[in-house]
Every structure is written in structure tokens, then in C-alpha cells.
């Protein structure tokens, strides 16, 4: 069954409403458990071998996207540099800011710590949000504020 999901998913991650993107999201995040409480490594290799395609997909919904590159830097995947390099495309002003906040939502999945962790990304995203003007900033604030809501309690504190 992972087999027939592994294959289907980054067709089915691709021009989504955003509103089925967050269902799709918790679908991907419970397959994501899943495999890892599997801990086969054929099922293992298919998920990873489907990660970079969804992660790259010039199609794939943003939320997804931003998942699934956390997912491979969980995974080891994906080492600093290259992350650093997703980020900032996925971040950059080319990009329209209601897609980076997106893609940025999907990224911080689950946890702030990453942020915490590591002062370049903070600073990354710190950086995005001083440059957006107060409209875009207005209009894209409730994609943020929604993924900072799911953060714990100590995440929010020490992020503030």
C-alpha cells in the first residue's frame, strides 16, 4: 500500500486548493509517523525516495513543499548548505509572500525548535518578515500566526 502511495503522492501534491493542502499536510504527517514506526527499510527507502520529488515539484502545493524539506533535513537528507539554499528560494522576494508563508507553515510543521536551534534560519525568516510592507504583512499574517499557534508554550516564549 505504501508502494501505490509513495508513487501517487507527488502527483496528488500538485495544484491542490489550499484548503485541501492542509488536509493533505495531515495526511502526510501521519504517513511520515507511520514509516518511521515501521522501521522497514524498503518502506523507508520509497518514502525518501519520494520526498525530494515532492519537495521540488515546481507544482507542489507551498505547505507541502516547505514539509517536505524539513522532512528530508530531519532525515539527514539534506545537509545545511542545501537547506540553506531551499530556504532561501522558497523565502526570496521572487517569491509571492503569501506562497513563502505557505511553504514556511509547511516547514515549521510540528515544531519551532529548528528556529531555535539555528540562529541562520531565525534569521532567515526574521529578515522576510521585516521586508514585507505593511499590507502584504497584513495579508499574510494569518498563515504564520497559524503555524507559531502550534508551537508549544516554552517554543513561543523563547522565539518572542
Not at 486548493?17 to 518502506?43: C, G, M, R, S, Y
Request: aromatic fraction near 10%; proline fraction near 4%.
Amino acid at each position: 500500500m505504501i508502494t501505490h502511495i509513495c508513487v501517487s503522492l507527488p502527483a496528488a501534491c500538485t495544484a491542490v486548493a489550499d484548503d485541501t493542502a492542509l488536509h493533505l499536510l495531515d495526511l502526510f504527517f501521519k504517513l511520515n509517523e507511520a514509516v518511521n514506526i515501521l522501521q522497514q527499510a524498503d518502506v523507508t527507502g520509497l518514502w525518501q525516495h519520494s520526498l525530494p520529488i515532492i519537495s521540488q515539484g515546481k507544482n507542489t502545493a507551498p505547505v507541502i513543499a516547505g514539509y517536505s524539506t524539513r522532512l528530508l533535513f530531519d532525515r539527514k537528507l539534506l545537509d545545511g548548505e542545501q537547506l540553506y539554499r531551499a530556504f532561501y528560494y522558497a523565502m526570496s522576494r521572487a517569491t509571492a509572500p503569501a506562497t513563502a508563508a505557505a511553504w514556511l507553515e509547511g516547514f515549521l510543521k510540528g515544531s519551532g525548535a529548528l528556529l531555535l536551534l539555528d540562529k541562520n534560519l531565525w534569521m532567515v525568516v526574521n529578515d522576510w518578515v521585516r521586508e514585507l510592507t505593511e499590507d502584504i504583512f497584513t495579508q499574510v499574517l494569518p498563515l504564520p500566526r497559524r503555524t507559531v499557534a502550534s508551537f508549544t508554550g516554552p517554543e513561543k516564549k523563547k522565539l518572542g
